[in-house]
C-alpha cells in the first residue's frame, strides 16, 4: 500500500492492468504499479504466486511486465510515460497450445 | 571510433570519475540503466535535491550531477550492457550504439544483500532501498502500518525521511544481536573516532529524530506472514500487523560484471562479502579494466567519489597523458579525503556484520525459480560442492535475475551444510548476456 505525498504533483496517466492512474514525472511504470495499488505485477512461472517489485533498481527481476505489448520488461528501469499501457505478466509464456 | 574511457554507472563513482577524466582531456562516455544520472544513493537527485525531508546529505548529489551534466562527455542513459570484451575493449550494449573503449571503469555500486526469510517473497514485502527509491524518484510513501526490519545505516535513515515526510513506521525491529554495541564501541575506540566524527554525528542525529517511533532490539525468527500479500510480521516472542515490510541487511559489492570478466576476487570477512581485487587506484587484476566505489568494497558515496577521480587519474596515465609523478601528486587530497570517509567503517562493520545464516528449510532461496533452503541443503549434502553444480541440481541461479538476488544464500546454504566457508565454497560464474536481451537486439549484430 503506497501513496502519493500530498505536495507532489501527479501529471503522468498510465493504464494499470486498464485502470487509470496518475503518477508524477520520473516515477518508473513499477512504481505506477505500486501507486495503483495492483495485487501483483506479475505471477510466478513456477507456482503462479503473486509478486510485486522488490528491489526497485534493477536486480531482482521480480517487476517483469507486460508494457506497451512487450512482455519481461523490467519496470522499475522504464519511466511511466503518458498512455502507458502496464499488465500483468501471468506465469510461463505459453509457445504452443494444443 | 575508439574512445579513451567508457564508464558503466552513473552513481558517485562513475559521476566523479567522468569529470575527471574529461578535465583531463580524455574522451569519455558514460552509460547507466537508468534514465538520470545518481546512482542509487543519489537516484533522482536532478527532481528531488531540494526536498527536505531526503535531507542534506542527498542534496549534496545535486552539486555532483550538475558538474557531471556539463562535463563533455557522452552520456547514454537507460542504457544496459550486456557484454564486454576486455581485450578489444568492446562493450555491447542495448539502449546505444556498441563502443569501444582503450579504458573501462566499473562503477556499478552495491545492491542490498538479499534477507531471505519466511514470506519474503509476498507483496507488501520490499527492501528498504527500493521503498528509498520510491520516495526519491516519486513521493512516494507507503500508507497504513509500516515496519522496518533488519539492520544497517540506512533504516535509521529511511525512518527519518518518512517522519519528515509525514508517514512515519509503525515499528522498527532491529536484528543487531544484542551486545554487538559493545564490540563496536571497541573498534571505534581503536580508531577512527575523530577522522569519523562528522559521519558518526549524522548518525546520532538520525538516532534522535527517530527515537519515538516503537522498536524492538535483538530480533531474532523474522518472518512475513499473510496470504495473498503481507498482514503481520512475527519474530520470536512478537508480532504485529503489518501492510508493508522494509527488510534490510546492509548493502554488498554487485559483482555480477567483475565475476562474468573472470576478475580476481576476494572475499571479504569483514563484511561477509566478495569483492574484486584492485590497487588504490582501482586498477583491477585485467589490465585494461578500473572499478571504483562501492562495486569495489563498501564504502559509501564520499568514499566512491574521491575512488572515482582517483580511476579517472589512473586512466589518464595508463593512456599517456599524465606522468605517473603528477597522477601520484593529485591524487593526495582524494587519498586523504577517501581515508575520512572510511574512517568509520571498522565500526559500522562491526556493529552490522550479518549474522550467519539460520534459514528455515522452508524459506524461498532463489526467488525467481522458487527453489527452497532445504533443496539447496538437501543437495548440497547429495553432492553439489558449490553454486555453479547447484544450478544443473535445481536450476537456482538460472532465472531471470542470473543469480544476482539468491547467489550469496546459495553460498552461504552450502557451506553451512557440507561444514566448510563462503570463501572456499564461492560464487555463481555469470556470464554474457549480463541482463536478458531480446533476440531483436542479437539479431542487430
Ligand atoms: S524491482 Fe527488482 S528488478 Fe525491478
Not at chain 2, 546512482?39 to 552539486?63: H, N
Not at chain 2, 537507460?78 to 539502449?95: I, N, Q, R, V
Not at chain 2, 584492485?278 to 564504502?299: F, K, L, M, R
Request: one cysteine or more; proline letters at 8%.
Amino acid at each position: 500500500m503506497f501513496a502519493l505525498r500530498p505536495e507532489v504533483p501527479a501529471t503522468v496517466e498510465v493504464f494499470v492492468d486498464g485502470a487509470p492512474v496518475r503518477v508524477p514525472e520520473g516515477a518508473s511504470a513499477a512504481a505506477a504499479v505500486l501507486l495503483a495499488g495492483a495485487a501483483a505485477i506479475r505471477e510466478t512461472p513456477i507456482s503462479g504466486a503473486p509478486r510485486l517489485p522488490y528491489c526497485m533498481m534493477g536486480a531482482c527481476f521480480d517487476c517483469l511486465a507486460e508494457i506497451d505489448g512487450v512482455a519481461n520488461r523490467q519496470a522499475c528501469l522504464v519511466p511511466a510515460a503518458p498512455g502507458m499501457r502496464i499488465a500483468r505478466q501471468r506465469g510461463a509464456r505459453v509457445a504452443f497450445e494444443a | 571510433m575508439t574512445i579513451d574511457l567508457a564508464i558503466i554507472g552513473a552513481g558517485p563513482a562513475g559521476m566523479a570519475a567522468a569529470i575527471e577524466a574529461a578535465d583531463l582531456g580524455l574522451s569519455v562516455a558514460v552509460i547507466d540503466e537508468n534514465p538520470a544520472p545518481g546512482g542509487q544513493v543519489f537516484r533522482g537527485v536532478e527532481r528531488a535535491g531540494g526536498d527536505p525531508a531526503l535531507g542534506a546529505d542527498y542534496a549534496e548529489g545535486l552539486a555532483l550531477a550538475r558538474a557531471f551534466r556539463a562535463a563533455p562527455i557522452a552520456w547514454h542513459p537507460a542504457t544496459t550492457l550486456w557484454h564486454l570484451d576486455p581485450e578489444e575493449g568492446y562493450l555491447s550494449l542495448d539502449g546505444a550504439p556498441d563502443l569501444s573503449a582503450r579504458r573501462v571503469l566499473l562503477a556499478t555500486g552495491a545492491q542490498e544483500r538479499p534477507v531471505p526469510i519466511l514470506g519474503w517473497t509476498l507483496p507488501g514485502v520490499m527492501t528498504a532501498g527500493a521503498a528509498q527509491i520510491l520516495l526519491k524518484t516519486a513521493g512516494v510513501v507507503p500508507a497504513g502500518r509500516t515496519v522496518l526490519a533488519g539492520q544497517g545505516p540506512l533504516l535509521p535513515l529511511l525512518a527519518a525521511q518518512y517522519r519528515r515526510a509525514g508517514a512515519p513506521p509503525a515499528l522498527i525491529l532491529e536484528t543487531t544481536p544484542r551486545g554487538r554495541r559493545r564490540a563496536a564501541l571497541a573498534a571505534l575506540a581503536a580508531g577512527g573516532l575523530w577522522a569519523g566524527r562528522h559521519l558518526l554525528w549524522k548518525g546520532l542525529g538520525l538516532l534522535a529524530e527517530t527515537r519515538a517511533i516503537p522498536r524492538r532490539r535483538g530480533v531474532t525468527g523474522l518472518r512475513a506472514e499473510g496470504r495473498n500479500r503481507v498482514e503481520r510480521v512475527v519474530w520470536e516472542g512478537g508480532s504485529a500487523a503489518c501492510d508493508t515490510l522494509l527488510l534490510h541487511e546492509g548493502v554488498i559489492p554487485a559483482t555480477h560484471i567483475p565475476m562474468a570478466l573472470g576478475l580476481e576476487m576476494s572475499w571479504d570477512a569483514a563484511q561477509r562479502c566478495w569483492r574484486p581485487v584492485t590497487d588504490a587506484y582501482g586498477a583491477s587484476s585485467h589490465p585494461n579494466v578500473a572499478v571504483a566505489g562501492d562495486g569495489a568494497g563498501i564504502g559509501g558515496w564520499e568514499a566512491a567519489v574521491a575512488a572515482g577521480h582517483l580511476a579517472a587519474l589512473d586512466a589518464a596515465q595508463r593512456l599517456g597523458r599524465l606522468s605517473a609523478e603528477e597522477r601520484d601528486r593529485r591524487a593526495r587530497p582524494w587519498l586523504a579525503l577517501r581515508r575520512r570517509a572510511l574512517a568509520l567503517r571498522p565500526f559500522l562493520d562491526a556493529l552490522y556484520a550479518p549474522a550467519p545464516a539460520s534459514i528455515p528449510d522452508a524459506t524461498i532461496a532463489c526467488r525467481c525459480e522458487e527453489v527452497t533452503a532445504g533443496q539447496v541443503r538437501a543437495a548440497a549434502r547429495l553432492g553439489a560442492t558449490g553454486p555453479n553444480q547447484m544450478k544443473a541440481y535445481l536450476r537456482c541461479g538460472m532465472g531471470p535475475c542470473q543469480g544476482r538476488l539468491c547467489g550469496p544464500t546459495v553460498a552461504a546454504l552450502i557451506a553451512e551444510a557440507r561444514g566448510t566457508t563462503e570463501a572456499a565454497v564461492g560464487l555463481y560464474r555469470p556470464r554474457a548476456p549480463y541482463k536478458p536481451i531480446t533476440v531483436g537486439t542479437l539479431a542487430r549484430l
